[in-house]
């Protein structure tokens, strides 16, 4: 029940029975308080619970479960990838869905947390935006069966100068993940802090405009989107949304900005490419469309 809501469909959908419970796990009271005020704007979404201490969380589910937990990786009382490694590896709770919360998120974090089974990470300072981004994270379908993943990454052009190794590693801290037709992958006006590469399927680029909607491009398997927003800095200027069931590779704005980390660097360049590719088409479009038209 809980990956209908927040998905993003383009058609509506039926309101779900009941909202989507929520457990904080923040040390800091004025921090919990915070995310709990953003996240009563978020209509679906209930906070059931909340606490101070990682080790309170096991008797508060077994007490009253939730769909979701967000820790706070500052916690003053354990490492936060044990508490989720030893939660996924009960029956109970091997389901739950985790955002990890931080204001270091980096390479080595997204490491740890991918292998302990966190879906989802925000970076502080946040805002509404990225907020419900990461609890729809959550919710998605992500793909954890990375030996299928790493033979349909190798015939993927974007990844041609990587080593399997480099794959292996970039596997283990950018998530895979699956949109079902009609999905939005992201919306225009969101924040741009990843970009993506489409493996499997196709997708569409959407703006809107007075008179509706529009698909002005749509990409095939081996195509990559959303770097500009990476460079600039600047909100998603349009929707895209799965034309078919696709899988994309989520690069996070963190992975790149490792200048130390030869994995870090070999994106970068990739991304460099791909946006100046992209900028000499549109010069190249412009300059046409100037030549043909008629003096005025």
């Known amino acids: 029940m809980t990956e209908a809501l927040l998905t993003g469909k383009v058609e509506s959908q039926k309101k779900p029975t009941r909202k989507l419970r929520l457990l904080i796990v923040d040390g800091l009271p004025e921090s919990r308080s915070l995310l709990r005020g953003a996240l009563r704007n978020i209509e679906q979404v209930e906070v059931a619970r909340e606490t101070a201490l990682a080790q309170n969380v096991p008797d508060i589910l077994a007490e009253s479960p ?7 990786q500052n916690l003053t009382d354990t490492d936060v990838f044990p508490v989720v490694r030893a939660l996924k590896s009960k029956p109970a709770t091997a389901n739950l869905k985790v955002v990890l919360i931080s204001a270091r998120l980096d390479m080595e974090t997204r490491r740890k947390g991918m292998e302990v089974g966190i879906q989802s990470y925000l970076s502080k300072p ?4 990225t907020l419900e981004r990461a609890v729809r994270d959550a919710l998605g379908r992500v793909s954890t069966n990375h030996k299928d993943t790493l033979n349909k990454v190798r015939r993927i052009e974007f990844f041609s100068e ?7 590693r970039l596997l283990k801290i950018c998530q895979t993940r699956k949109y ?5 992958i992201f919306r225009e006006g969101e924040k741009g802090d990843r970009m993506f590469v489409l493996i499997l399927g196709q997708v569409n680029i959407v703006k809107h405009r007075d008179s509706g909607q529009e698909v002005v491009a749509t990409l095939n398997a081996g195509e990559s989107f959303g770097e500009m927003a990476l460079v600039d800095q600047e909100p998603r200027s349009a929707d895209v949304v799965a034309a078919t069931d696709c899988m994309v590779i989520e690069v996070h704005a963190e992975v790149t900005n490792d200048i130390n980390d030869v994995l870090a660097l070999k994106l970068f360049r990739k991304m460099a490419i791909l946006v100046t ?6 010069t190249r479009a412009v300059s046409a469309a100037g030549a043909a038209a008629p003096p005025q």
Not at 66 to 72: A, C, I, Q, T
């Open 277 to 282: 590719k992209k900028l000499r088409e549109y």
């Open 180 to 184: 079902l037709k009609g999905e939005a």
């Open 162 to 168: 990587f080593t399997d190794l480099e794959l292996v």
């Open 66 to 72: 939730v769909d979701m937990v967000l820790f706070d």
């Open 126 to 129: 946040y805002d509404l935006n």
